[in-house]
């Protein structure tokens, strides 16, 4: 951890009330094993920008934070097995924090090895707390053949949520559902063959439905010649008013 507590807390609190409010990026990271995650923060305002990055654990303990400022234009990248031990709880969800008038874009890099494996993009931050609300995300699935595909569900809230899966095969046939109690910055990672298996005709939606807004990722793993493919989802596609 690059700096103390005590002056975390005043850069934090500080940032918030003289910029009136925050922005939050969120993705998915994996220093678990075998696999390693870069994080390439991206100034894209006109103005400077400052950041907070934590990184949390499969459980939502903090386990990294560090405060930086970018000049408009300017960018730092941050290769996580340099800065965390590899645990195997050390996978989950990595927050930035910045101003609400900041403009950020992330990079993300994942390496098996020191084999890149897919690169995503996040480019906006994630939609704000609202109330009496439900928030409907989408994902791919496929479980056909030798391939398969793991669903991160991600909390990055500093408050329990619930969120539930739905699993449907192409037709739209209901495969599975499962409710899954998220407490703060806490991550759950289900793999798809546990719930449904394998078969031909196994491809389909991953349907999300949360009391708060979250983030996903998927990891598609042997999909054509592909080893492994990740990538995240932290915009919904439809809110409604909970009953």
Known sequence: MKVGVGFTVIIIISVGLVCGGKEMYVGYYDISRFQDTEITIM????????????????????????????????????RLSE?????????????????EKSF??????????????????????????????RYWYCMYYVNAGHADTGLIV?????????????????????????TVELSAHNSFFIDLE??????????????VVAENPIALACEYYNRANSRLEIDNVYNYYAVQIAD
């Open 194 to 207: 546990e719930y449904i298996g394998h078969s031909e005709t196994f491809w389909g939606i991953i349907d």
């Open 154 to 178: 991600m909390n990055p809230w500093w408050g329990d949520t619930t969120v539930t899966v739905y699993l449907r095969e192409q037709d739209g046939t209901l495969l599975s559902k499962r």
């Open 43 to 78: 100034n894209v305002g006109l103005k400077g920008a400052n950041y907070v990055l934590h990184v949390y654990n499969a459980y939502g303990e903090q386990i990294f934070l560090s405060i930086g400022a970018l000049d408009a234009g300017a960018s730092a990248f941050y």
């Open 83 to 99: 800065e965390i031990e590899k645990e195997p709880d050390n996978w989950g969800l990595f927050l930035i924090e910045t101003a």
């Open 104 to 133: 950020l874009a992330l990079g993300i890099e994942y390496f098996v090895g020191d084999t890149l494996i897919s690169i995503d993009n996040i480019v906006e931050p994630i939609p704000k707390l609202g109330i009496n609300r």
